[in-house]
């Protein structure tokens, strides 16, 4: 793939998170970049307004024909006219990891794997890079909240890319950094196994051109090769890198940045989530490897706002608090409530939640209830079916039955914000990775008029 031959570029599936840092990636390029999506969304919209066409229907008739690349996502069906017109006329179509895979060969490129904490951890290391005058080129998998984008350019021939393990697509890169924070098991539907996700984690670090930097304790970290090994913890004295001292102040952190038994300093941390203390040391390790300026990387993380829909403060003043996240995994569930939990101590949380694919419910049910427990209160949407079609006996109710706690409920949208508006709420979180921040303006609007 020579990108400097190519004049146009179709998306299908332009509006998912990561395709559409692509098309924003070509469209600064000066390359004419089209797509196509189901629905229209805030970011797509976006897109629009920066000079892209985008179209909500699935047309041969609508597609451009005189174009150079077609780019989709794994997410869409194979069965989808489009993609099929432009793969039986022999179109040049490649998927989104194609593309990710040219330029990280064409960069220094500083990768983030990872279960969960990838796309808060590869946007703050991003946007320590850009604050601190390093510069890099930014393919996120989320919208920053700094910069409110999820791309960015820079004359330094650095990339920052979250590597996606679903379809195996990290797999098709080789960085010369790469961050691993976790390997619990997920995308069962791709893998079949989570004996098989971690043999392809394994041969992703087995990519790596220089160094790996892993959450230490990491299962079956003792399986992985790189020319050169960190690790990172949130306290643990035994990790390369770590925090001590961590002090908590009205949803925010203090605490000592640690290398091998050394304070390098202090780190002040403006965002809630005990679990982005972590993330920070993830993205600290990458920024001393790089060899930053330590006094310039404490004024960008003391600058960072977080990433939208990550432990995001919708709503926070002295009656309520409004937390919307994207968490979709149990694990991501629990250190959420989890951390709200120690922020907002002896308040009540509650807490609404859309399970996201028919596969991951039916596989993570029991882990979906337990993590939900922590919690005071609890309302389910409908499983949001995404890219599956419905499963015979998988439904909400699944979790419902098997969560301990009395107060739960399943509730439709409309339900949900006539309960919002009914209820005398102190903590309250929305969390899903499907269409549910669909309702986070509406809840924001009620509560804003209490």
Not at 151 to 166: L, P, R, T
Not at 393 to 419: C, F, R, Y
């Amino acid at each position: 793939m020579d990108i400097q031959k190519i004049h146009s570029v179709y998306f299908i599936g332009i509006g998912g998170i990561g395709m559409s840092a692509l098309a924003r990636f070509f469209k600064e390029r000066h390359v004419q970049v089209s797509g196509y999506d189901k629905t229209n969304t805030a970011l797509t919209t976006q897109l629009m307004s920066e000079g892209i066409a985008i179209h909500f229907t699935e047309d041969i008739a609508s597609i451009p024909k005189e174009v150079d690349l077609i780019v989709y996502t794994p997410a869409i069906p194979a069965t989808h006219q489009e993609l099929i017109w432009y793969k039986e006329n022999n179109y040049k179509v490649v998927k989104r990891s194609d593309v990710l895979q040219y330029i990280s060969q064409q960069m220094q490129s500083v990768c983030v794997a990872g279960t969960h904490g990838k796309t808060t951890i590869s946007t703050l290391i991003a946007h320590i890079l850009r604050h601190t005058g390093y510069g890099c080129n930014a393919f996120l998998g989320g919208i920053s909240s700094n910069y409110n984008t999820n791309y960015w350019h820079s004359d330094n021939s650095c990339a920052v890319i979250e590597a996606d393990e679903y379809d195996r697509s990290f797999l098709k890169l080789f960085p010369e950094i790469a961050v691993v924070t976790a390997m619990d098991p997920d995308h069962l539907d791709i893998y079949g196994t989570a004996e098989e996700m971690e043999r392809c984690y394994i041969e992703f670090v087995s990519q790596i051109k220089d160094t790996l930097v892993y959450k230490h304790g990491l299962h079956r970290s003792t399986s992985f090769e790189a020319p050169h090994k960190v690790s990172y913890s949130a306290q643990n004295e035994a990790a390369t890198y770590y925090a001590a001292d961590i002090q908590m102040h009205n949803g925010t952190y203090q605490f000592n940045f640690c290398k091998k038994n050394e304070i390098v300093g202090p780190i002040q941390l403006n965002i809630g989530g005990m679990h982005n203390v972590e993330n920070t040391i993830a993205a600290l390790a990458v920024c001393d490897l790089l060899h930053i300026d330590f006094e310039k990387v404490q004024l960008a993380i003391q600058d960072f706002k977080g990433v939208k829909r990550r432990f995001e403060y919708i709503v926070k003043n002295n009656q309520v608090v409004y937390i919307d996240d994207y968490a979709h995994h149990p694990e991501e569930l629990r250190m959420l409530i989890s951390s709200a939990k120690a922020l907002f101590r002896n308040k009540k949380i509650s807490v609404v939640f859309q399970p996201h694919l028919f596969s991951r419910t039916k596989d993570f049910a029991d882990g979906f209830a337990s993590s939900l427990d922590i919690a005071d209160e609890v309302i389910l949407l409908d499983i949001y079916p995404a890219r599956e079609l419905p499963m015979e006996g998988v439904t909400s109710e699944i979790i419902l039955d098997k969560m301990a706690i009395p107060n739960k409920h399943i509730l439709s949208k409309e339900g949900v914000l006539q309960w919002v508006k009914a209820s005398s709420l102190e903590v309250l979180i929305t969390a899903g990775a499907g269409d549910i921040d669909t309702l986070i303006h509406p809840i924001k609007n009620i509560l804003d008029n209490k």
